[in-house]
């Protein structure tokens, strides 16, 4: 990397506002080569390590601003008593090492769980498991998605699913051992239940040539429009789209959520996690927050119905942090210790709109090596005083 000022390898005399800087914020000076490292590996060397630092947005990027109030602090979820739910299948070569990060989705009284998998040769797949909720009734034997060309030829990633009309539609992330982007495909419900798996239709990069992760669709239009969020590191974009159709306009695309600073639980950056569910209050979606320590923890976002920009509520408080030894995790025998990360949730009974008694179940990856689930009502996950202003506002 350049060893320019402002550079992610800063000069000396840099270097030391650098130090000053993480120690007035509490962070661990040491940790600089450490985010430097990290800043390369994410094909990121010529960013600017005190904006990295400091959760600068760029100047061309539009941020739309939100109310950060006093918001209470969420309740957590409880988690399943017989996690895991699904563990890695020595006999299973594509799934041999781990299973983690799925998206879920309800159909018929049953859910199905699109889950990630990465086998002996190194590439993530997409298997299937069919569940009741927490038990997993069928689980295939092969991988219903794979990888096609060379944007993905490492693997298929940490997918995300939604119905609309007739068709289950899917956002995951190509990687080609080099850029992770984020790629769009759909199957008609009728395939998918009849596990036509050939007919699935590649629509192809959602943003071309650029680094992105963590997309999820909302699952209706918005005023006329289609909705994603996305993560281009460190903050959560939205994007609008006329149609159902890859690329997706550059240009309309906006900040509207970023890491908070200092000693946060969401202070190195943050991702779309669930897709949007839909309450009375708004649409509900578990987030992961990364901090500095490079923990990965859950919280939770309430976005207006209406206006998917506006954010009604962030958990100051993380519901779900790495605790149990299986998402804590030990060096050399789990991927990546310290993670708690879903990509999927449903309610636990078929309803279109949720309360705050309904009960929603959120699947997630442990330590990246297990997947989990978790639960919690509506009314655990959105204060009681959030309800109570989005009541008095509608």
């Known amino acids: 990397a350049d060893n320019g000022v402002g550079t992610c390898c800063p000069p000396l005399y840099n270097h030391h506002l650098l130090e000053e800087i993480y120690t007035a914020l509490e962070y661990n000076p ?5 985010q430097v490292i990290q800043l390369i590996g994410e094909g990121r060397a010529s960013a600017d390590l005190l904006d990295v630092v400091l959760g600068v947005i760029p100047e061309d990027v539009v941020a739309i601003p939100q109310e950060m109030l006093d918001f ?16 890695p299948i020595k006999e ?12 879920a989705i309800r159909i018929d009284g049953l859910v199905y769980i699109l889950y990630r998998a990465f086998g002996d040769d190194e590439i993530s797949r997409i298997g299937l498991a069919i569940s009741d909720g927490y038990k997993i009734i069928e689980r295939l034997p092969e991988p219903v998605f794979s990888p096609a060309d060379e944007k ?4 298929c990633e940490d ?8 068709e289950l539609y899917m956002l995951y992330t190509a990687y080609n051992g080099v850029i992770a982007q984020i790629a769009a495909a ?7 239940l009849n596990r036509r798996f050939d007919r699935w239709q590649r629509k192809g990069l959602a943003f071309q040539d650029i680094w992105d992760k963590d997309a999820i669709i909302f699952p ?9 969020y996305h993560r281009i590191e460190p903050s959560i974009w939205v994007s609008h789209l006329d149609k159902l159709e890859f690329p997706a306009p550059k240009e309309q695309h906006t900040v509207i959520l970023g890491p908070r600073s200092g000693r946060m639980w969401d202070s190195l950056k943050i991702g779309a996690g669930t897709q949007p569910l839909k309450t009375k209050y708004g649409w509900l979606m578990i987030y992961h927050g990364v901090d500095r320590n490079r923990v990965y923890r859950l919280g939770v976002m309430l976005v207006d119905l209406n206006n998917p920009e506006r954010v009604l509520y962030r958990s100051p408080n993380p519901v779900l942090s790495p605790e149990t030894e299986i998402e804590i995790g030990i060096p050399g025998e789990h991927w990546i210790p310290n993670v708690v990360f879903t990509c999927g949730a449903v309610p636990a009974e078929d309803k279109e709109i949720l309360d705050e008694d309904d009960e929603i179940i ?9 997947l989990c689930a978790a639960s919690g009502t509506v009314g655990d996950l959105i204060p009681e005083e959030i309800r109570e202003y989005v009541k008095s506002h509608q």
């Open 152 to 155: 993905e030829e490492k693997g």
């Open 186 to 192: 759909s199957i008609s419900i009728d395939d998918f």
């Open 72 to 87: 209470p602090p969420a309740r957590g979820l409880t988690r399943y008593p017989h996690n895991p739910i699904l563990k």
């Open 30 to 34: 040491a940790e600089i080569e450490d």
């Open 159 to 166: 997918p995300r699913v939604v119905i609309i009309g007739d």
């Open 220 to 228: 209706e239009k918005i005023n006329g429009r289609y909705v994603i």
């Open 92 to 103: 299973h070569a594509w799934e041999s090492r781990y299973v983690l990060n799925a998206a």
């Open 362 to 370: 959120v699947y997630y990856g442990a330590a990246d090596t297990y």
